[in-house]
Nanobody, 117 residues
């Protein structure tokens, strides 16, 4: 099955930026969409952003609108999350998600994002 590999997490100060990447292992990849979720300690996983693979329509959680941008590079089977104006409440493990056309969800291993002064 498809494997998702994430990178780009790290420690940043409030107001800083990070760019997350997630690449799928499939040589020819055409999911319904891909996106990002995050999970803070003691909290449930929450939706952050997603993008339709074919048409590129994007969706964002209200908490990140105007600060985060999701994009994709279809030929590279890669989705990105540009995160600007990061705040401590953004601290979480960020997980890449891929949804197949017929229902299967695939998840990356997660990458830690810590926003702290």
């Amino acid at each position: 099955q498809v494997q998702l590999v994430e990178s780009g997490g790290g420690l940043v100060q409030p107001g800083g930026s990070l760019r997350l990447s997630c690449s799928a292992s499939a040589r020819t990849y055409s999911p319904a969409g891909m996106g990002w979720f995050r999970q803070a300690p003691g909290k449930e996983r929450e939706f952050v952003a997603s993008i339709r693979w074919s048409g590129g329509t994007t969706y964002y959680a209200d908490s990140v609108k105007g600060r985060f941008t999701i994009s994709r590079h279809r030929t590279q089977n890669t989705v990105y999350l540009q995160m600007n104006s990061l705040q401590p409440e953004d601290t979480a493990v960020y997980y890449c998600n891929s949804r197949a056309h017929y229902g299967a969800d695939f998840w990356g291993q997660g990458t830690q994002v810590t926003v702290s002064s």
